[in-house]
């Protein structure tokens, strides 16, 4: 019978505690990332959402919407086929010379369909469609966003089916997004501006995620998510993800503004920071 001094086997029992404890670091580094990612995509999505709700669902544009005091900065070059024209399109259009506040080169266009009055018109459906639309190096937006208008619900509130599909290129993975659900809009509909608007988000969909190497999936639900403009942060409600049957929950709280939600990880809870997509506990 062969035996194995006890060193060696010390060694190999260190060696797999060693392996097991770099596996749960690059999970949790893993988590962390797909966390950073979504809430990322979601800003970006509200950035781009409000200004067309400022000019599809308000009379006067919305000013209070968008960069400014306007819905578009003035770079935008904004073509419309008419208002109260149904169906009617919209197409913005970046050009060359447009920039984010902070600097990033804006480029590529957004196309919006109406069948009709989108706001206050149930079974009206508004059509969005992203054409390269590029936030310098950091990514390319391709895609379609559909909002149906189904009513008012029991409470008086308008609702709205939201569908969407994405892909996101940015330069170390690419990103294919499906989203479906719906919109109900809490506060703010009897306003001509949409500077007091109040939305809960309520759905779930799909990421899936290349990195050039292998992809992952990622199931994404909202839950009574709500977006309190004026605060301009998720303030209520939960996003989960799960991949590979681990969970990541992003808890934005009990209705007070402000830039944090509570992460867990794995029964670990941290505290995140929704403008710098940072742990910060």
């Not at 904004?78 to 080169?105: A, H």
């Amino acid at each position: 019978m062969m035996t194995f001094p006890k060193s060696i086997s010390a060694l190999a029992f260190v060696a797999v505690a060693l392996f097991a404890c770099n596996k749960s670091k690059e999970r949790a580094l893993e988590a962390i990332d797909e966390v950073r990612s979504e809430s990322m995509l979601d800003a970006v999505d509200r950035a781009v959402e409000t200004p067309v709700d400022a000019l599809t669902m308000r009379a006067g544009g919305g000013a209070d919407c968008g960069e400014g005091g306007s819905p578009w900065p003035d770079c935008v070059d904004i073509t419309d086929s008419g208002e109260d024209v149904y169906p009617r399109t919209i197409i913005i259009d970046f050009g060359d010379d447009c920039f984010t506040p902070n600097g990033l080169q804006r480029t590529g266009t957004i196309e919006v369909v109406l069948t009709g009055d989108v706001r206050n018109e149930e079974g009206t459906v508004r059509t969005v469609t992203f054409e390269d639309l590029t936030i310098g190096d950091v990514m390319t937006v391709n895609g379609t966003r559909i909002l149906t208008n189904t009513g008012q619900n029991e409470e008086g509130q308008w609702t709205f089916a939201q569908e969407t599909s994405t892909t996101i290129d940015r330069p170390v993975l690419d990103i294919v997004r499906t989203y479906a659900g719906t919109r109900t809009w809490l506060g703010g509909h009897d306003t001509e501006e949409c500077g007091d608007d109040i939305w809960q988000r309520d759905g779930s969909g799909e990421k899936i995620i290349s990195n050039g190497m292998n992809d992952g999936v990622v199931t994404v639900t909202y839950d009574a998510v709500v977006y309190d403009r004026p605060c301009g942060y998720p303030v209520s409600g939960t996003v989960t993800l799960v991949r590979n049957q681990l969970e990541r929950i992003m808890d934005f709280g009990d209705g007070t503004c402000d830039a944090l939600a509570e992460l867990t990880i794995n029964g670990t809870t941290y505290l995140f920071d929704l403008e710098t997509h940072e742990i910060i506990e």
